[in-house]
């Protein structure tokens, strides 16, 4: 608890404790409202500090406020930290600082932090104090975001992704509070992107495929078991995972049981690629796919401009089939939709997502749907 002390000149005086010591912060002639409001604000710190938790953001927020000689006399009693102390941090010094330290994460990741963080020195500049950024910037900076053209669901996962690095600056103290904690952009579902590829127009475009190499990326594609990037599933898959048993798990090639991992079983069409892919490996090679498709994309940062997009739109136009928007997710999406025959909670185990995003994203309603409904 705070005390308040009035000397015979009219003057206060606050004593607390803190560290088990005795201080005082002598106000001169102030209104007693004031020093009420004072002796509440100084209890509520001493509390925090004597809890070890940190302060909430009204009570930084209030801190940050104080005027200069006013938090001199508080810093001076080491009930806060003075602002001589303070150093300003600069935008990008803090988002370089935050890519540096965060070591737990893939370069992929990093790459993918690297896209809002452009987008952020662009328009504050590089060397804009994160903490003179306020609630109205970052209603702008979303602003800036829309102007850019992008689509919903990038604005919404990099302002997700900016929410992130300013939280960690609040929780280093870094800034009183995080001015983005609150701006947010809804991803809109466009129902016009959507595709359901059938097994008919698969059949036509793995025969479609001018080499091995294709008809094995298509195959991972529409019914690969993860739903990852289609760069890291098709040119990271090694060869020791191929000719697989369903209902046994993945084996190495010498024939020897591998331990069962999460994602299986391997489906009877992959069984097939996989031992067409095993029969045209080169001996001693380590991944499915032909070495100069990793050699283009895989980079340092993980993997990037491997370009499969083009030389696959030209497949479905020899397929005798017409461009889809999302090429590549619409294959896995079809997948997914496919086994929804199953639990959920089996489909999204095997496939690696969950169900929310299996319900928003993936799991598509078909013709065959409505046949089954009427009887047909």
């Not at 009204?58 to 000689?69: A, F, H, M, V, Y």
């Not at 001018?210 to 594609?221: A, G």
């Not at 993945?250 to 489906?267: H, I, N, S, T």
Request: with cysteine; aromatic share 8%; charged share 30%.
């Amino acid at each position: 608890m705070a005390s308040i002390y009035l000397a015979p000149n009219g003057h206060y005086m606050i004593q607390f404790v803190v560290d088990r010591r005795r201080r005082s912060v002598r106000l001169g002639a102030i209104k007693p409202k004031v020093v009420e409001m004072l002796k509440l604000r100084i209890e509520q710190i001493v509390a925090c500090q004597n809890a070890g938790v940190p302060l909430d953001a009204e009570l930084t927020k209030w801190i940050s406020g104080l005027s200069d000689q006013l938090h001199k006399k508080l810093s001076s009693t080491k009930l806060i930290e003075s602002r001589e102390a303070e150093k300003a941090v600069g935008l990008k010094e803090f988002l370089d600082a935050f890519i540096a330290r965060r070591t737990d994460v893939k370069p992929a990741t990093h790459e993918v932090w690297r896209q809002p963080m452009r987008n952020l020195v662009e328009h504050f500049g590089a060397n804009r104090d994160i903490t003179s950024i306020t609630e109205a910037d970052a209603l702008d900076f979303k602003q800036f975001l829309i102007g850019c053209k992008l689509a919903s669901a990038t604005i919404a996962k990099r302002l997700q992704f900016v929410r992130s690095f300013f939280h960690d600056a609040r929780r280093r103290k870094l800034i009183p509070s995080n001015p983005f904690v609150e701006v947010s952009a809804k991803s809109v579902i466009r129902l016009d992107k959507r595709r359901f590829v059938t097994k008919e127009e698969t059949t036509k475009l793995l025969a479609a495929c001018s080499n091995h190499h294709w008809r094995t990326i298509v195959t991972l594609s529409r019914a690969r078991r993860t739903p990852l990037s289609i760069r890291s599933v098709v040119l990271g898959m090694e060869t020791h995972r191929l000719g697989a048993k369903a209902s046994h798990g993945p084996v190495a090639q010498d024939g020897e049981p591998r331990k069962r991992e999460q994602g299986d079983p391997l489906f009877p069409e992959l069984q097939e690629a996989f031992q067409e892919a095993l029969k045209h490996a080169p001996k001693g090679s380590t991944y499915v796919v032909d070495e100069r498709y990793r050699q283009a994309a895989n980079k340092p940062v993980g993997w990037k401009n491997a370009n499969l997009r083009t030389t696959f739109e030209k497949i479905v136009k020899r397929a005798g089939l017409k461009p889809w928007p999302k090429l590549f997710h619409a294959l896995r999406s079809s997948r997914e939709t496919e086994l929804a025959e199953f639990p959920i909670h089996v489909v999204t185990a095997w496939l690696g997502n969950t169900p929310s995003i299996a319900l928003r994203h993936y799991l598509l309603t078909t013709d065959s749907d409505f046949e089954k409904a009427a009887g047909v």
